[in-house]
């Protein structure tokens, strides 16, 4: 069996370096990431995931809520360890095609939930992606590796 994960929220953000909040859906196109955030563009970090489990394990640590998006991830889900993923990995991301571009990213100074909680997941493992095939990605849809 491939190996997949459930996806617990998508979210959005309007502006760069603020925390993202959930949308009940987001559309994926090819050169562009997510229509309607404010990380879309024809580069390699389109898509932002982060696995529920690496946010419950942060949550044990720190006293504020950690809801979805506030690690600015656009994909929250579970089942996956998604740092262990290679770059190159294709993921079915709802009915969408990504593939793995980047494990983790340097954390900027003025990260809204470092500012808050004193240290940020999203670095060490988040993981990033481009559009291949358009497609769209629900709370309940699947993220599933494919094969090559």
Same mark, same amino acid.
């Given at each position: 069996?491939k190996e997949q994960a459930t996806i617990r929220a998508v979210c959005v953000s309007e502006r760069k370096g603020e925390q993202?909040?959930?949308?009940?859906?987001?559309? +994926?196109?090819?050169?562009?990431? !997510?229509?309607?955030?404010? %990380? $879309?563009?024809?580069?390699? =970090? /389109?898509?932002?995931?982060?696995?529920?489990?690496?946010?419950?394990?942060?949550?044990?640590?720190?006293?504020?809520?950690?809801?979805?998006?506030?690690?600015?991830?656009?994909?929250?889900?579970?089942?996956?360890?998604?740092?262990?993923?290679?770059?190159?990995?294709?993921?079915?991301?709802?009915?969408? +095609?990504?593939?793995?571009?980047? !494990?983790?990213?340097?954390? %900027? $100074?003025?990260?809204?939930? =470092? /500012?808050?909680?004193?240290?940020?997941?999203?670095?060490?493992?988040?993981?990033?992606?481009?559009?291949?095939?358009?497609?769209?990605?629900?709370?309940?849809?699947?993220?599933?590796?494919?094969?090559?």
């Amino acid at each position: 069996m491939k190996e997949q994960a459930t996806i617990r929220a998508v979210c959005v953000s309007e502006r760069k370096g603020e925390q993202k909040h959930p949308v009940d859906r987001i559309d +994926l196109r090819p050169h562009h990431g !997510i229509v309607g955030d404010a %990380h $879309a563009g024809d580069w390699h =970090r /389109q898509v932002s995931l982060l696995a529920k489990e690496s946010v419950d394990r942060m949550q044990e640590q720190v006293s504020i809520p950690l809801h979805p998006g506030a690690f600015a991830e656009n994909v929250l889900c579970e089942g996956i360890t998604l740092a262990e993923l290679p770059i190159g990995t294709k993921l079915q991301i709802g009915s969408a +095609l990504c593939e793995v571009t980047q !494990i983790g990213k340097e954390c %900027h $100074a003025d990260c809204a939930i =470092r /500012q808050q909680a004193g240290d940020c997941v999203m670095p060490r493992e988040g993981i990033f992606a481009v559009v291949l095939e358009a497609g769209e990605a629900r709370i309940g849809d699947m993220v599933q590796v494919m094969d090559d």
